[in-house]
């Protein structure tokens, strides 16, 4: 990378994780009624009526958010020698989160395809569109390969992450990390 990385001391880094990923959930869900309330002008009785066209992908996108803020809160606790679950006891928990995120991701496909079938609302779609791969997007920084680098003059680079992931060379998260080493664990038993 051609630009300097910021540092931060790590206890400071991992405060800021967690959460900054809840701050982001709850903007995130602000901005989606925000919009939804612009764009359909409903003011009358159903101006709360949820479209799940869009709705459903923003839940996703907010349990796979709301899933790393405990994880970085969790090794927040281990910098500052507090109770915390051992790196096997994450790394078993967060390989099961992981199936479970890929099957609610996947269980959106059909309903999106059915939606532009239907000629549902546009505006719905394309939200709904736009979260699921926000919601793609965090899966992968999460539990693939870390997409999330912050310069030294605080901008946040997105191209640069991009070509680490399509051409290979990017890092591997540090939650990977910890369910290849629960991976490990499990298959050591298995050899006793």
Wanted: overall charge positive; hydrophobic content about 50%; aromatic content about 14%.
């Amino acid at each position: 990378m051609a630009q300097q990385l910021k540092k931060r001391p790590i206890e400071k880094e991992l405060k800021f994780l967690a959460d900054f990923e809840i701050y982001g959930v709850l903007m995130f869900a602000a901005m989606y009624f925000a919009v939804k309330y612009i764009v359909d002008m409903d003011l009358g009785k159903n101006a709360f009526k949820l479209n799940w066209i869009s709705f459903y992908p923003l839940l996703v996108f907010s349990a796979i958010v709301i899933e790393g803020s405990f994880y970085w809160r969790n090794k927040l606790n281990v910098v500052r020698r507090q109770k915390a679950l051992s790196n096997i006891q994450i790394g078993g928990i967060y390989n099961k989160l992981r199936w479970v995120n890929v099957i609610l991701l996947t269980a959106y496909l059909p309903v999106i395809v059915m939606a532009v079938v239907a000629e549902k609302d546009l505006s719905g779609i394309v939200a709904g569109i736009f979260l699921y791969f926000m919601a793609i997007i965090e899966q992968i920084n999460y539990f693939h390969i870390r997409l999330s680098y912050e310069t030294a003059n605080g901008r946040l680079l997105v191209i640069e992450p991009l070509k680490m992931l399509f051409t290979g060379t990017g890092r591997c998260s540090q939650l990977r990390k910890d369910i290849d080493a629960y991976k490990r664990w499990v298959s050591g038993l298995g050899k006793r």
